[in-house]
């Protein structure tokens, strides 16, 4: 599954200077984060309590504006919310607009900015969904 992880991620941000690795999603794994993942797509998370933060989601090229991406969210609300979960948050870069489009029609509202927080110089907008 961890190579899988790896290749899938290569090919969801092949801007990324620095990609994950099967040890790192393998550290995420032991760490406590929930992993989905599917041919074209994967989605990673961790819950704390009664809140969920979505840590990485992404869909190969080929794969994308088919709903993959909403449908991972649904099915990772749903698993959450049975764990007593009351909000899911979230971080994206503000210039990664069809990011932000999956997030705003999956329910989430901006509420708040972190001025610069990326290597690249880029704004993070705060994402949060109350479920
Ligand atoms: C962001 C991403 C996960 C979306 O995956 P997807 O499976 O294509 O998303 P969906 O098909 O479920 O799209 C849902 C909605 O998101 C918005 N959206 C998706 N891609 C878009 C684009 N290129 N431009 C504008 N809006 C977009 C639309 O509102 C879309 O609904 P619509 O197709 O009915 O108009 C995918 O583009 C991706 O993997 N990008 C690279 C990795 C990444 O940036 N991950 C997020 C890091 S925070």
Redesign the pocket.
């Known amino acids: 599954m961890y190579s899988e992880l790896e290749n899938l991620y290569a090919k969801?941000?092949p801007e990324k200077s620095q990609k994950w690795s099967a040890n790192d999603f393998a550290d995420l794994k032991k760490s406590g984060c929930d992993i989905i993942v599917g041919q074209n797509?994967f989605i990673v998370w961790r819950t704390a309590a009664d809140e969920a933060e979505i840590i990485?989601?992404?869909?190969t090229p080929d794969?994308?504006?088919?709903?993959?991406?909403?449908?991972l969210l649904q099915i990772m609300e749903n698993d959450v919310k049975q764990s007593g979960v009351k909000n899911i948050f979230?971080e994206?870069?503000a210039a990664?607009?069809?990011?932000i489009?999956?997030y705003h029609?999956s329910g989430f509202q901006n509420i708040g900015t972190r001025p610069q927080y990326y290597d690249n110089g880029h704004d993070a907008i705060i994402m949060k969904k109350d479920i």
């Open positions: 969801c941000f797509s990485s989601i992404g869909v794969a994308r504006r088919t709903g993959t991406a909403s449908a979230l994206v870069d990664n607009i069809p990011a489009g999956l029609k």
